[in-house]
């Protein structure tokens, strides 16, 4: 992940599943689904707010999945940008974890997620918070609120159907052919 202080940024291998500074627990009873935090609750909801007000990120992608529920199971759909551009920026969250008993630190992150726009609401009903070049610096210095949080621009990406490898445990995740496009069975 991208994070900035004092307008320096930094790249940071972080976990994925935000973990709050404040969680008193261990690891495992955060049963909360944190990888993702919804955009019109971000301000409200204590596993994100304080993060929203002082640990902002930017997650740099290539793409994204998502399944579509179908009759034969969930088909993986591929994102990219649709000008072949090799990189999105999704808006996100961290926060530093500390474990009381053994003093570990633990760095972990978040994706904001948005109602879809047309294009992605054909196959899923949210998507990435996508910010632009020249969001950056607002976003990661705190001066943009949570209206910068909106769908990205219908035209803005690309989709095509994957192998349902993608779903596989065994799949090796730096396999390029998961992103590669199958051609669907008629229904």
């Known amino acids: 992940m991208v994070t900035a202080e004092e307008g320096k940024r930094e790249l940071v291998p972080m976990r994925w599943g935000l973990i709050p500074r404040w969680w008193s627990k261990t690891i495992n009873e955060a049963k909360m689904a944190t990888f993702n935090a ?8 204590p596993f994100f707010r304080d993060a929203f007000k002082h640990a902002r990120c930017l997650i740099p992608m290539s793409g994204y999945y998502e399944w579509q529920d179908t009759p034969s199971g969930k088909q993986p759909w591929y994102f990219t940008t649709q000008d072949g551009s090799p990189l999105l920026t999704a808006a996100g969250l961290w926060d530093e974890w500390k474990d ?14 948005t109602e879809p726009n047309d294009f992605a609401a ?3 009903d949210r998507m990435p918070v996508f910010l632009t070049e020249q969001q950056f610096a607002p976003w990661l210095s705190g001066e943009a609120g949570a209206g910068i949080l909106k769908p990205a621009p219908n035209d803005y990406l690309q989709r095509w159907p994957v192998s349902k490898r993608v779903n596989s445990s065994k ?5 390029p052919t998961l992103i590669e496009r199958v051609v669907l069975a008629a229904t």
């Open 100 to 113: 009381r008993h053994t003093g570990e630190r633990l760095k972990s992150c978040t994706m904001i997620i």
């Open 38 to 45: 919804r955009a019109e609750t971000i301000e409200t909801k």
């Open 122 to 124: 054909e196959i899923h």
């Open 171 to 175: 799949a090796d995740a730096d396999d």
